[in-house]
């Protein structure tokens, strides 16, 4: 137990999620999942829900504070262990990019690990749209496509000025520093008027 309890206190920070499939210990998954258990029962560990467990961050508050399913969505669908399985998309990167001030109540990801096409899930409340990749999602191509995720839509995202949502997106892709190259490598997996937005906003000559 203690063994576990120092693996832990060694490899994760207070609040990260720790997810029981991630744990590389030399036990069975049954006597590591009892483990878990008891560690969760002396009150060393919470958790969060089935597999998902934390380290207590120190509070005054009664109770600490609780994980957030906004951190556990990104650790399980976009990024953990510096691996990129994910992007967010739909009005929640709208949101992020500064395209729409709407407030998303549901969050909106796309990602290697979804198991459906489309699927709800719910974490804790908080409500997750997951779409599965169409296209494998790795550190080097996430960025290019969620920008043609997010292209894909743009009409549905407005809610100002074409030129400051020009402006946007014409931000997003100089910061990210998209090549011409990789959204050409891509750009044939998605609908036609793809090509239409981009020649509209002037985006090739934004291009790297």
């Given at each position: 137990m203690i063994?576990?309890?120092?693996?832990?206190?060694s490899n994760y920070k207070p609040n990260e999620p720790i997810f029981v499939s991630d744990i590389q210990l030399s036990v069975s998954d049954v006597n590591l999942r009892q483990m878990f258990k008891v560690l969760c029962?002396?009150?060393k560990i919470k958790r969060f829900d089935t597999g998902i467990y934390y380290l207590p961050k120190a509070s005054r508050l009664k109770g600490g504070v609780p994980l957030g399913a906004d951190t556990v969505a990104r650790y399980k669908y976009v990024s953990r262990n510096g691996r990129i399985d994910g992007y967010y998309s739909g009005y929640t990167?709208?949101?992020?990019?500064?395209?729409?001030?709407?407030?998303?109540?549901?969050l909106e990801?796309?990602?290697n690990n979804a198991s459906a096409k489309v699927r709800e899930v719910n974490l804790q409340g908080r409500k997750v749209l997951l779409?599965?990749?169409?296209?494998?999602?790795t550190k080097e191509n996430y960025k290019v496509l969620q920008l043609l995720d997010f292209l894909k839509d743009v009409e549905q995202y407005m809610d100002e000025k074409s030129e400051e949502l020009y402006n946007r997106i014409k931000r997003y892709i100089e910061d990210e520093q998209i090549r011409k190259n990789?959204?050409?490598?891509?750009?044939?997996?998605?609908?036609d008027r793809i090509f239409r937005y981009i020649y509209e906003m002037r985006l090739y000559d934004v291009f790297a």
């Open positions: 063994k576990l309890y120092e693996y832990l206190i029962d002396s009150g990167f709208a949101n992020q990019l500064g395209v729409t001030t709407q407030v998303p109540y549901t990801i796309v990602s779409r599965k990749a169409k296209i494998p999602i990789e959204v050409d490598l891509y750009i044939r997996q998605y609908p």
